[in-house]
């Protein structure tokens, strides 16, 4: 069965310090592999996807994600973060055939420090 | 912005009613998936329609339906409420292709409360 697990439930950084959110898969196939931002009260945002090539993914924000098959993880980065990035990030896995059906972590809440 | 909306945005239902959640595919979009989120938690996912068909169910009891209409909007259901299904509700839409995904597009939610 597939699953995702964030082991950082909350995260504080401080304005400009670089960020790393991690992401670690549970999938029996090649997954699609996506992150999401979510502020309060709204829906979710795609912030980038990994389907398959450079395993080196760029997104929207200054975002970028990597890809390590080996580790099974999909770890979120910015080099410097800004006030507006607080948020709920969701790292997700996803089958390439068939329903898609999107397998969720439990989300790492992000705090920023001015 | 997705291109995904959804309706209403918040509603409150008693105990034991029916609600019904709306939501219109982002153009050319021809699969909508439905997910429960829950306070503090991930989405789960409930269901997926292809074509107007179910095409794929999450870990959710017969009492949460759903339809696509030949527009691509869709519609969940669901009867006899309880409390633990106080939640956001998430539309989803993707386009699929011969068995091959894309990227999925969110919906901003139906915050749903059941007292």
């Known amino acids: 069965a597939q699953s995702v697990t964030q082991p950082d439930i909350h995260i504080t950084v401080s304005e400009g310090a670089s960020l790393e959110l991690r992401c670690n898969y549970s999938?029996?196939?090649?997954?699609?592999l996506f992150w999401y931002v979510q502020s309060p009260g709204q829906g979710l945002q795609l912030l980038l996807k990994?389907?398959?090539?450079?395993?080196l993914v760029q997104g929207i924000k200054g975002f970028e994600a990597e890809f390590k098959r080996s580790q099974s993880s999909f770890n979120l980065r910015k080099p410097s973060v800004h006030w507006s990035d607080a948020a709920e990030y969701f790292c997700?896995?996803?089958?390439?055939?068939?329903?898609?059906?999107?397998?969720f972590g439990q989300g790492t809440r992000l705090t920023i420090n001015p | 912005e997705t291109g995904v909306t959804q309706s209403p945005t918040h509603l409150i239902k008693t105990r034991g009613q029916q609600v019904t959640l709306r939501c219109s595919s982002q153009s050319g979009h021809n699969t909508v998936s439905w997910y429960q989120q829950a306070l503090g938690q991930g989405p789960q996912f409930i269901f997926q329609?292809?074509?107007?068909?179910?095409?794929g169910r999450g870990n959710f009891p017969p009492r949460f339906s759903g339809l696509q209409f030949p527009n691509y909007s869709s519609e969940l259901n669901v009867n006899a409420l309880e409390l633990d299904d106080s939640a956001l509700y998430l539309c989803?839409?993707?386009?699929?292709?011969?068995?091959?995904?894309?990227?999925?597009?969110f919906g901003e939610g139906s915050w749903l409360t059941v007292v």
């Open positions: 999938y029996g196939a090649t997954p699609y």
């Open positions: 990994y389907f398959s090539g450079d395993t």
């Open positions: 989803a839409s993707s386009f699929l292709d011969r068995g091959t995904g894309n990227t999925i597009y």
């Open positions: 997700a896995v996803g089958k390439i055939q068939g329903a898609q059906k999107l397998v």
């Open positions: 329609y292809y074509r107007e068909e179910e095409n």
